[in-house]
């Protein structure tokens, strides 16, 4: 008898500025590989059940078509048909979403403990059970390896808030933000994947060691992942004139621009809350800086777990 083994299928289930934009760059290189990011972005920010609570106008998305009409369903639609896609093209997809983005509004609120309501629409995309933390079918989770990313707070979070003001004109106090600026949402499914897959445990990667020992990670990641390290690439093409607009920019300019990975000196080593402090209060105010502060603090203790399990 032939037992079919099931193709890999590789899901980076991310948090914003952790450097996952990097992970994605090498891990893509692998001529093995074909990569797909933000399958419900658009659903989420622009279409119909979007659940994202500020309207952005999707001119600011640059030359790019109007996402206005799309549906949380359909999106999960041309996900699985992206998916065949690749396969049938002997290809490992590889797989980035952000995972609020594959949350309901409520439930993320909920998990924050923020005393919100929203108004938007329940995401629906399968009538198959989900007892995880998105609106994603567990038997659909379950195809994947999955691979969490993370960062240090005090150097992801002030990345964050630069982005989504940016990109959208938001701050710090709006109601959207606190989802940008926890590792809760990645301790949560982490753990729903170990009780449910024991044997095939989820991959951490430390956003921090990956731009300090760049090498050593991605052989680790590799190994994990059953895939040959040696056909990594660690330089590549800058890609500056892409097009899209304020919002990819905010997010994308910094790997966009970059031939190979970017180490300063603010990369190297644990920060200092009090001392990041200051640079906040210089770039924004006070009021800000504390609230970073309090992110920071709330968020280590999930950090910190899912930091002893990384790779």
């Given amino acids: ?3 079919q083994r099931r193709p890999l299928r590789i899901f980076l289930q991310a948090t914003p500025r952790t450097r996952s934009n990097l992970l994605i760059q090498l891990l893509s290189t692998h001529p093995s590989i074909a990569e ?8 989420y920010h622009f279409g119909p059940e979007r659940q994202f609570s500020r309207d952005i106008d999707v001119g600011e998305t640059g030359d790019m078509e109007d996402f206005s009409g799309e549906t949380y369903k359909h999106a999960f639609g041309k996900f699985n048909d992206l998916l065949q896609k690749i396969e049938s093209e002997q290809k490992i997809a590889l797989i980035k979403e ?3 983005y594959m949350m309901h ?6 998990c924050l403990g923020q005393a919100v309501s929203s108004s938007r629409t329940k995401p629906t995309v399968d009538d198959a059970p989900s007892t995880n933390l998105t609106f994603l079918p567990d038997n659909f989770l379950l195809t994947f390896t999955p691979v969490f990313i993370i960062r240090h707070p005090a150097r992801a979070f002030p990345s964050s808030l630069r982005a989504h003001s940016r990109s959208t004109g938001g701050n710090v106090f709006d109601t959207d933000f606190p989802a940008n600026a926890t590792f809760k949402f990645s301790r949560i499914l982490l753990d729903w994947y170990t009780a449910r897959s024991p044997s095939k445990l989820p991959v951490v990667i430390d956003g921090d060691k990956l731009v300090d ?3 050593r990670q991605m052989k680790r990641l590799c190994e994990r992942l059953g895939i040959d390290e040696e056909r990594i690439r660690y330089n590549w093409d800058s890609k500056e004139d892409h ?8 997010y994308y300019e910094e790997i966009q621009n970059s031939t190979g990975v970017v180490r300063t000196k603010e990369t190297m080593g644990a920060p200092v809350l009090e001392e990041e402090m200051k640079k906040w209060e210089k770039e924004w105010d006070e009021g800000v800086a504390i609230k970073l502060k309090e992110f920071v603090e709330s968020a280590m203790d ?4 899912l930091l002893k ?3």
């Fill in 36 to 43: 797909h990011q933000y399958p419900f972005s658009n659903a």
């Fill in 302 to 305: 999930d950090y910190e777990y």
């Fill in 243 to 250: 097009g899209y607009g304020k919002v990819w920019d905010a």
């Fill in 98 to 100: 952000h995972i609020f």
């Fill in 105 to 110: 509004a409520e439930k993320t609120y909920e």
């Fill in 213 to 215: 020992d760049t090498k």
């Fill in 1 to 3: 008898m032939t037992i």
């Fill in 309 to 311: 399990q990384s790779i």
